[in-house]
Nanobody, 124 residues
């Protein structure tokens, strides 16, 4: 069973930065699309960012565009989410997701593999 392991969450002040990492247990994921989703308190899980298998295509939710950057290091089989200018509304559990398709998707149900999540708390 493929596992995705997130790290990098924590407590940060508004305006600060964090970088999340996701490492799949299967090295084959370095060729396929990955994404980040999040679930805030009392909210449904929502799309944040996605990256294609090649890393050449990325897309973002409007709420994070210009502040967050998704990237991947295929040699290290790691996907990152750099989060800058954090706001209170970014407080959530952040989940890494993967699928065995090279093209990215913003749809939660199109990702078959999920991590356990990492908590990000932004204090104002």
């Amino acid at each position: 069973q493929v596992q995705l392991v997130e790290s990098g969450g924590g407590l940060v002040q508004a305006g600060g930065s964090l970088r999340l990492s996701c490492v799949p247990s299967a090295r084959t994921f370095r060729y396929y699309a990955m994404a980040w989703f999040r679930q805030g308190p009392g909210k449904e899980r929502e799309f944040v960012a996605a990256i294609s298998g090649s890393g050449g295509t990325t897309t973002y939710a409007d709420s994070v565009k210009g502040r967050f950057t998704i990237s991947r290091d295929s040699a290290k089989n790691t996907v990152f989410l750099q989060m800058n200018s954090l706001k209170g509304e970014d407080t959530a559990v952040y989940y890494c997701a993967g699928r065995y398709v090279v093209t990215l998707s913003t749809r939660e149900h199109e990702y078959a593999y999920w991590g356990q999540g990492t908590q990000v708390t932004v204090s104002s």
